[in-house]
């Protein structure tokens, strides 16, 4: 094996589960300026999912031709489909609880995603993705703003705001795990477009009355194409090649970007206070960040020397 070209091939993939989260974060900040201007929920998940569906289908008209059976094409649906009720669930418990709450649940995805591949590979994993974990989950605590709810005493809780978290939290960490199992060899391009495909399908019920309003639909077209761009494309397509040569678990660890990435966005964006433990825990997660790749990074360094 060459193990020069595998250590470069995983090292792409670790930055492009960086690029997934970062785009993500991003994506949020521009989907909350669009809902300002008065556009429903639905309406700008469908918009949105018009959008990621021509890009991709015009990507995929130049990509090499995959080599998929019936099967596969509804198992990329549906995993396309659990994507979009992960991001339709988060959207409807953000309006039920407040964006710290909604997102320090919703970010419990990175350990159920390490759950899950412990349980499908039936191997414990390592004590430093353990570690990189427990530093998420802390850091998300601090990032999310919900450690300052807490001694502010603004914190409240919404028990059908919090199902909508977890919802999303377990169906995002579903997509992120059965992203690497499910056709892995094909080009992403084809695999991405079935699943925003699948994703458009999952919209229609939700937000298909927006084609009856023409107007509207023609006002949403700009953001939707951002947003396409943000939260389906650049970021499904990230996952997908991160997900062919990295554990689900490695991934939903550098995806945990998107936190740092929205915190960033909203200071950018909103002028958002930022304070001193929303800044501890972004630290947290980039150094849980670092310790992923640094770790993965010193393997293949070693695998490269060989024996002494």
């Known amino acids: 094996m060459d193990t020069k070209n595998n250590g470069t091939g995983k090292l792409l993939s670790g930055a492009m589960g960086l690029a997934a989260g970062i785009s993500f974060g991003f994506g949020g900040a521009v989907s909350s300026l669009i809902g300002a201007q008065g556009f429903t929920v639905m309406h700008i998940v469908m918009a949105q999912f018009i959008c990621a569906v021509v890009i991709m289908g015009v990507l995929t008209i130049f990509s090499k031709r995959p080599k998929f059976s019936a099967k596969t094409i509804a198992k990329l649906a549906v995993l396309g ?26 970010f419990q995805y990175v350990w159920m995603t390490v759950v899950i591949q412990a349980i499908a590979e039936r191997k414990a994993p390592s004590k430093l993705v353990i570690a990189a974990v427990f530093m998420v989950i802390v850091g998300t605590l601090f990032a999310s703003g919900l450690a300052d709810e807490f001694l502010s ?24 795990f059965f992203n690497g199992r499910i056709a892995p060899d094909e080009p992403a391009a084809p695999r991405t477009f079935v699943m925003v495909s ?51 678990g490695i991934v939903a660890i550098l ?54």
């Open 81 to 106: 489909a659990v994507s979009t009720i992960s991001s339709i669930t988060y959207y409807l418990a953000i309006n039920l609880l407040s964006v710290g709450s909604a997102v320090a649940i919703q």
């Open 153 to 176: 005493g603004a914190f409240t809780a919404n028990a059908l705001g919090l199902v909508f978290a977890l919802i999303c939290a377990v169906f995002y960490a579903l997509f992120i």
């Open 198 to 248: 699948g994703g458009f399908i999952v919209a229609l019920f939700v937000g298909g009355d927006l084609f009856l309003n023409p107007s509207e639909l023609v006002a949403l077209l700009p953001g939707g194409l951002v947003l396409g761009l943000m939260m389906s494309v650049i970021p499904v397509l990230c996952i997908v090649g991160a997900s062919s040569r990295l554990p689900g």
């Open 255 to 308: 995806t945990s970007t998107e936190l740092p990435a929205a915190v960033l966005a909203g200071a950018l964006i909103f002028g958002d206070a930022v304070t001193p433990l929303v800044v501890i825990g972004v630290v947290l997660i980039l150094v849980s960040v670092a310790l992923v790749e640094g770790g993965d990074a010193l393997k293949l360094k070693q695998l490269n020397k060989g024996p002494a």
